[in-house]
Structure formats: C-alpha cells, structure tokens
C-alpha cells in the first residue's frame, strides 16, 4: 500500500519541554497544566473551527515527533511485564500518532485553548474533532492488562518535617512513589543494601521504605 | 512545518464497497455489522497485537482514502446548517484521519475481528489503540450544536399492508426517516405538489406524510 503524506495543521503549545517534564497519566495527576493549539495561517482553518466552542471536549490527533524507532512489545511506566504495542498508548509505535481527549476551554480565531494534555511543547497537530458522548464515551468496559494495574495504589507517608523542607520536592515524590515505589528501568529509583530505596530527581535524593502498600519518605537531601 | 510520512499498517474489510452502503451512524443504525482488520505481514505485528484481546473496545485511526477535497464548512447528514469541519466527524476534512471506537470480537494472528464500524472496504488503517475508561469516557458533557440535534427524534407509522409487503424496503425507510424526513441534498427525498414527501430508494419510491414529529408511510411502490 502507498504511504500517504500528511501536512500538519499546527502545533502544540505546553510548558513541557522534555519528556521527564510531562505528566505520564493527564488523568491522574494532580498538576493542572493549560495548552494551547496554534493552527496554520492562511488555509480558511479558522472557518474550519466555528461551531467547536460548543463542545465540552475534544479530540487532537498529534504526531509524536519524538518518539524514536518503534518496538512490537513495551514496557509502560506502571508495569513489570512488556506489553504488544498495540495494547498499549505508548509513543513508539509504528506511526506515532497521539490521541488525547482534552477539555476545551475557548477557541479565540487559530488559538484553541485546552487542558489536560501530556503532549511535548512544539508537537505537531494532524486533526482536532468534537468528542461525542454517544459515539466515544463507554464506561464499565473491559480495559485488558491495565485493569490489574489500577487495583494497586500505594499510601505514601512523609515525615513532617521532610515535607516542610522540601515540599515541592515531596509533592514530586508523592506523585512518582504513589503509582509505583519499586525500581524499574524508566525511574530513576535504586534499592539499598538495607533494603530500602533512593529516588534521585535532579541533584535530590530521596530515601524510603517499603511496608505493604505503604511508602513512608524518611529524608530528601541535597546532593553536596 | 515538514510533511509527514505515514506508511498504513494494514486494511479494514468490511461488507460496504460505495459510500451509501455504509451505515451513517452505527451507534443508531440497527445492522450488525462485522468488519476485519488484517494487518501486513512481515512487520512483527503479530506481537505488537499481543496483550489487545483483553479489551473490549479499541481504537482504529484510519484513513478516509475517498474522501476528496475538504472544505472549510460542512454539511452533516441530520443537519441544516453548515457547521466548521474540526466541529464535525466529516471525512471531508484537511487530513482525512478517521477516529472509530469498535467492539473488539478477537485477535488471530494479523486479523482482528470488530463489530461497529462505518468503514468502507479497503480503508487503510494506521494505528490501533486500546479503548482506556479512565483516559477515553467521558459521559455528561456537552457535545455543543450535535445536543440540539438528538433532541428531535420523529415517530414513523407504516401502513400494515405496506410493511408486509416490503418489509425490508420498510424498515430501511423506518431508519432514514425516523433520523430526518425532509429533503436534504445528501437524501433522495423530493416534497411533492401537495405538500406530502417522496422518497427513493434504488428503483422503488417510498411515499409519506410529516404531521409534527409523526411520519406516516402510506405506499412503497416499485417503479415500472
């Protein structure tokens, strides 16, 4: 089959300049992040947008413009098993399109306002459509593997102090530590000879332990 | 910004070769429609589909090689008013990607079995996604100039003896009118001189009255 040939309409607009900077799960986490699309001038897309502001959500199909060579299995964040690509939403597929379902704010000419995006400053847009309830919206469905994973969510305990210190630093690490406190090779996490863990973010190391479900933070500190 | 390059990952088969085939919305229409997804060989796809039969929904992003040029406002089928094309699901839009959230039957191999695609045969697919509740469902949103549209639903009463007599002909007319009973240049529905309604369909012609939200079919006559 021929490879088709697509122009991009426009562009993400996001504070995310790297990929470490980006939420991992929109949904999830508690940080509320604004983006805006910026579309092409001079092809009629603002006429292209009338009527959009009505919806509630839409839809941006993006180009992962830098997600690299693909792979058949994957290893996601929250897992320990590696997974068909297709099973998962993860960016090195073989044609990296993106699918968000973002909530609209306004549309103000080419500029539409959204929120609730993961996507990297400057990715490239192929398509934006209104998101239909009747048409896109199915709950109490079966989510395959990922249904196991959201089973397992873990207490994470600072010490007072700890958290005064460093709170933004510990708000970090309640985020990273809640979804999974164990080593694996996309977190920068380490297990020590007594058994319990170090985080490094940035020049920061953070040290914890294990109890069942709960992450109890003991120290961060400053790199010398 | 540089075009984009994307090679197809496969091709939906399904039962719809001309556009009037299809159905228009297959969340409404009543056909149980089975398509096919056959992914191309030699590409490891098989273990990129590994883990996916565990969902009961994916996600096809296709394209819609048939669309021809866009257009900048678009008139839907259920509507009267031309809306902007990023407001729509049209086909007829600057990169005719296509977004479809089918029912997953099963995974052999490169074919995926679905239910609930409006495709036509031979669409290339591009990418397939697992259907994520969390990410993807979100009921109880506005779904902006479409909300006024699905509150107008018309009654249709067809005659006995005519139902009898062509019951297929008849339910194929229960389902265009019950969405919208008036001419419209994508229906091939005429007003005849004294105010009642012609509608046809291959060689047959389906006459009917409107009163309110009532449509009554009082002949399906084929023509001579």
Redesign the interface.
Known sequence: ?D???????G?VRTPYVEKYDAPR?P??DDRVDQATIEL?PH???E???????????I?L?T?FDRAGSWK??ILTPRDRTK???????SPH???P?G?T?VRLIDVKGLVIRVEGTDLLDGT?V??????????????????????DL?ATQYTVVIEPDIEAAASELASHARRVLAHDPFPHPYRRIKMLDDGSYELAMKEWRCFYHINGQVVTVTAIVLLP
Do not use: H
Not at 83 to 89: C, E, I, L, P, S
Not at 137 to 144: H, I, K, P
């Open positions: 089959m490879p088709i040939t697509i122009q991009p309409i562009v799960q949904e999830v092409f092809q009629n897309f006429q292209a947008l009338e009527d959009l502001a009505g919806f509630d959500r839809w199909i180009w058949p299995k997974r068909g690509v297709f099973a998962t939403r597929r073989p044609n399109l699918l379902c490239p192929l398509d934006i459509k209104p998101y239909l309830p009747y048409a896109d919206a199915f709950t109490d469905v079966r989510a395959g593997w990922t249904d959201a």
